[in-house]
């Protein structure tokens, strides 16, 4: 699915972008190619100062969106690792190929 979405191999190899030009590249992508389910509404976020969560819910007070939770490691002010966690509706768009142009 990566190398149709025209994601450099390296992401796509190894699940993993590394450096603000891969990831630039990568969101640039997902921008042109943005299903009609993905919306941007969350309601709050949690952390420790070092640990950031939020969560984007399936129902939102705009009507139905992608559901999924992104956690990110922060250290001095840049994010260290970030991970992304599915929900059930954004698994079904992923799974429709949605992202694909």
């Known amino acids: 699915m ?13 699940g993993i972008c590394e450096g603000r030009e891969e990831l630039r590249e990568l969101f640039e992508v997902f921008a042109k190619r ?8 969350r309601p709050g976020y949690f952390t420790d100062g070092h640990t950031l969560v939020f969560e984007y819910p399936r129902n939102a007070p705009t009507g139905e969106q992608m559901d999924f939770v992104e956690v990110m490691h922060i250290e001095d002010g840049l994010i260290q690792n970030h991970k992304v966690y599915w929900g059930w509706r954004g698994v ?3 799974q429709r190929d949605e992202y694909h142009a």
């Open 92 to 94: 079904q768009v992923l």
């Open 34 to 41: 943005k299903p009609k389910l993905r919306q941007y509404y």
């Open 2 to 14: 990566g190398e149709r979405l025209g994601i450099t191999p390296i992401c796509t190899e190894r």
